[in-house]
């Protein structure tokens, strides 16, 4: 029985690595994960995904050479503004009550539209798990991740969404984000619908 | 640089698929993970890992049918009575207030050790993450888990220790969990070494 994924989780990594192999400067690489996010984001919606949420930055990313933080947390507000284009329902989680959480989204935080028929996109900026914790699961309002996607290699969840992804099949792709191609995402949905769900029972 | 897990977490899957591919009841698979457990502890212990955490069974297996839930509590009791002569410091997490959760364990729920320098076994009975958080997250005696290794090809942590496992690396074998051999280990343990451990930074 093939079924696909009403919720997938990106976990955009390697955008740093990307940056080294092209002889820039690793802050130069999050710059070049801008286009795959749209990119992606208009190939699931061709393929009625139903949501997305987007592992943008955390709070431990936060604590890295301040050239990284401004080029990441840059990029990130290029990426909702690029999102807000295209006729979905965005909404952004994360911890507000820091100097890394720029102010420009603080309205994109305020509350999830529940009546909308439109494409959910969650993106994380400045998220940590032990705040969405200490918090009494701030990030509640996301729904259960069917689909986890990584790039980049690593066979991990970095603190993406905990109770979200307890059941969560895993996909790791080993390209580097900035890589990106649509036939990943389409291996991804392949090998999914291969997957036997059984949310622990 | 090689560096080694302190702490590893085993999600021993694929019994009931062991079973019907060796022409038994599903049922009748969990006797045969007895073995795999042991052996892999006693390969654990040479190995100088310091902490395992077996994932047993959960509030959800639970409601499987009767024979199942009877034959996964029993090959439960069974693997901590053997683990007990281990010279390990054994203590188990779960839900000791439903009727799935075996009596004869709870004295080794009370407390974990913290004085011990004994490798140290734990091991989940009627767990739930749902549980788990519900209760001011019951399991926080438990450390993080560094390398999760699940056998039976699943690339999915199933509710296994949500909070402990945020930033675990993955490791899934696809052998059935009775045809463990210790090679698995040492390939898990090789893999991990090569990865870069970040913890989020």
Redesign the interface.
Known sequence: MHHSPNHIGIIPDGNRRWAIQNGLNKEDGYEYGLRPGLELLRAAKKRNVREITYYGF?V??C??PKEQVEAFANACLKAVEMIKNEDVSLYVVGNTQSSCFPTQLLPLTKQRDNSTDKMRVNFLVNYS?EWD?KNN?ASRDIPRIDLVIRWGG??????FL??Q????????EPTLWPNFEERHLDEALEWYSR??V????
């Open positions: 955390t431990d990313n604590k890295r798990w914790m699961w690593m066979r991990r969840l970095s603190g905990p109770l992804t307890v059941y969560s099949d895993i996909y790791v997957q036997d059984t949310l622990g029972g």
